[in-house]
């Protein structure tokens, strides 16, 4: 076996191109998965005309103010704004294609959002200009906006529930409150029972006062107790549920080093499947099979050598890869012996299924074409979210994936890069007994090879 | 050039006793029987399907037969197929290198360095072998079916994609070969080339060995004094139904 690896890996370095392709090709298609996964989308450009004038953005809610304008920074957290002076102006640059939306704050927002607030009548609005030539991009800026304001309306109720329970605490307990640039001072109904029940004690018996005052004093005591249960039950409105947050140590892993996963995992099976299929099918292709069987070397030693090549190239490839990932994503380095026994089992069942396919095919082109036409389907049905299709189509594509190294290999490498979470036995095992799969169904496929 | 046969050497080199091979229902071989003598060039022709290429293969241990029997190990045979097999990225003394390492040569470097000095590449050694002629091709391809030293050599239609002048210095280095005692096997398509170079004819049709003799044996039983020999093939095929 080893003259035969020697051969391959000669008839290699003299291949300098497909070599490069086959280097190239899968890291630049890794990367790019990588990328588009550990990176999010960013802001999209939305055209922004403001026609609150400045200083009208507050709104007057009892004694105290709510400043509007304050919570239209936030939606610059979800959008990259372009200013613009006029509605004209916002179409058309949603026209040009230059902002994939304009949004547009009348200049009596503050006036609605205040008679809705004190009276209850008033539909404060926004305006959304969308460009509908490209449905994903709507998409994305309509979730982006929506979020958003949603998020702003959330934050005004809470502003607004927040000054209605200070404002009822006062009517309870009473304090001071600034209108107009003076200080008042409220009684309140507390201090309001006390003085009353003070002035009913100093009442003679006899008095005709005392059954007046004793009716306002109950009044004050069910009024207190009444508005004391109001203000938590005001206060819950602003928010009605709370998220409890559980990070289970152990068992998550960061986005970045998954995303990192999948890069190095796409590239092993990308040079391995491919390079396994090629190298196997060149034996025919150069009539050199017939002549290595009679007796010189076993189809079974043969199919070990290619396997053996193939995962050796491409785990060396894809550990420089990992390599390098982990100068600006956090690979945990102390289980570098993990990512040599994941990358080196993965290498294995994917030349094994490259050999396969090398088997079937029977002819280098064919097998190059069928190699890479089938290996990215087998990454993708690997990674399709549980909640992007219905359960049984799930099922449907966890089955498939099942059969084919990438999961499990993925699988291995997430957890011997991140660190957090569990061995990497089941994987591996899992890897092994595909190795054996797809080498007997190769060493089938070389009973009518020769 | 005589071989070893035409000049009185007749131990057995090879037999090959009811021979079958068998795909799916169809026969393609059918209870063969010869014996090869040493030194003995062999032609065998035979129309398209007639089995030759899977005699040589069982002969070579490509194929295995349904039934039958073989006398002489596959190891002990060197084996040139049709289409040249060698990888082309390597060079001719690469080729020669790895099949003699494959073989497992006690002296491999020996082993290359005889078989470029006997098929004349001595200049070429270091040339990636996709470079070459397809006469040159040919001479690597049968210098690794010499490697191992065979008692028996076989060539399935050899001189099959060479030009007039290449086949004249093919058949002078096998006819060398014979002459030395090599037993030579060669399939065909050719009848003028068996006529020529062949010191036995195997006919075979169908899968079945219809005759086995001389090519003047052949055009006697033919009555080749009409015809040339093509022409006599030829008639004796229509005659037996084929």
Not at chain 1, 184 to 191: E, I, K, M, Q, V
Not at chain 2, 19 to 30: E, M, S, V, W
Not at chain 2, 74 to 97: C, T
Request: charged share 15%; net charge neutral.
């Amino acid at each position: 076996m080893r003259w035969l690896l020697i051969k391959d890996l000669q008839i290699l370095r003299r291949s300098p191109l497909l070599v490069g392709v086959l280097i190239v090709y899968p890291i630049a298609i890794a990367l790019m998965i990588g990328f588009a996964l550990s990176s999010p989308p960013g802001k999209p450009k939305v055209a922004l005309l403001n026609e609150v004038a400045p200083g009208q953005g507050t709104i007057n809610f009892g004694s105290q103010q709510i400043n509007v304008a304050g919570y239209a920074s936030q939606l610059f957290q979800s959008i990259d704004p372009i200013k613009v002076h006029s509605r004209e102006e916002a179409v058309a640059k949603v026209k040009d294609g230059e902002a994939l939306a304009a949004l547009i704050i009348p200049s009596d927002i503050t006036e609605q959002i205040q008679s809705l607030v004190t009276t209850g009548v008033g539909s404060p609005t926004v305006e959304l200009i969308l460009n509908t030539k490209d449905p994903i991009e709507r998409q994305f800026v309509d979730e982006a906006i929506s979020a958003r304001l949603s998020q702003v309306e959330q934050a005004v109720s809470r502003q607004v529930l927040r000054v209605a329970v200070t404002d009822l605490q006062q009517v309870l307990s009473g304090g001071t409150i600034q209108f107009l640039g003076q200080n008042f001072h409220l009684l309140g109904l507390r201090n309001a029972r006390t003085i009353v029940q003070g002035t009913i004690a100093s009442l003679p018996p006899g008095s005709p006062l005392r059954v007046a005052l004793s009716q306002v004093s109950s009044f004050a005591s069910l009024a207190i107790e009444g508005l004391g249960f109001a203000s938590p039950v005001l206060g819950s409105i602003g928010t009605p549920l709370t998220v409890v947050q559980t990070q289970l140590a152990g068992q998550t892993t960061p986005t970045d080093s998954y995303a990192a996963a999948i890069a190095v995992i796409v590239s092993l099976m990308i040079v391995t499947v491919l390079l396994a299929a090629g190298m196997l099918a060149l034996e025919r292709s150069e009539n050199a099979y017939s002549r290595l069987v009679r007796g010189l070397v076993s189809p079974g030693r043969l199919l070990s050598e290619k396997i053996a090549l193939s995962a050796g190239c491409a785990a060396i490839v894809s550990l420089l890869m990992a390599a390098f990932v982990s100068l600006f994503v956090h690979l945990d380095w102390s289980r570098f012996e993990l990512w040599v026994l994941a990358l080196a089992f993965g290498g294995l069942a994917f030349g094994a299924l490259g050999v396969a396919i090398g088997g079937i095919s029977r002819e280098v082109s064919t097998s190059s074409l069928l190699a890479f036409l089938l290996s990215l389907p087998i990454a993708f049905v690997a990674l399709v979210p549980a909640d992007a299709v219905s359960g049984a189509v799930k099922s449907v594509l966890d089955a498939v994936a099942f059969v084919f190294p990438f999961k499990a290999a993925l699988e291995a490498a997430n957890n011997a890069f991140s660190g957090t979470a569990p061995g990497i036995g089941w994987p591996l095992a899992h890897l092994a007994v595909l190795t054996v799969v797809f080498a007997a169904l190769a060493r089938l496929a070389l009973r009518r090879f020769a | 050039m005589p071989s070893a046969a035409s000049t009185g050497e007749q131990a057995t080199s090879l037999g090959v006793h009811s021979l079958t091979k068998r795909f799916g229902t169809r026969t393609a071989l059918n209870a063969v029987s010869f014996e090869l003598l040493a030194g003995e060039l062999v032609g065998i022709i035979g129309p398209n399907g007639a089995g030759k290429t899977t005699l040589l293969s069982i002969l070579a241990g490509v194929l295995e037969p349904s039934a039958g029997e073989v006398t002489r190990s596959p190891r002990e045979v060197g084996w040139v197929p049709q289409q040249p097999a060698l990888y082309s990225k390597l060079s001719v003394a690469e080729n020669l290198r790895l099949f003699a390492r494959l073989e497992q040569l006690s002296d491999p470097e020996r082993a290359v360095t005889e078989m470029l000095a006997q098929t004349d590449l001595r200049d070429r050694a270091d040339e990636e072998v996709g470079r070459l002629s397809g006469g040159n091709q040919q001479r690597v391809n049968i210098a690794i079916g010499l490697l191992c030293e065979p008692g028996v050599l076989l060539l399935d239609e050899p001189s099959a994609s060479l030009d007039p002048r290449q086949r004249e210095r093919l058949w002078e280095f096998i006819g060398a070969l014979a002459g030395r005692g090599t037993t030579v096997v060669f399939s065909t398509h050719n009848v003028a080339e068996v006529e020529r170079y062949a010191d036995r004819v195997l006919v075979l049709v169908d899968g079945v060995l219809l005759f086995t003799g001389t090519p003047a044996e052949l055009g006697r039983t033919v009555g080749r004094d009409r015809r040339d020999f093509e022409a006599a093939f030829v008639h004796f095929l229509h005659e037996r139904g084929h």
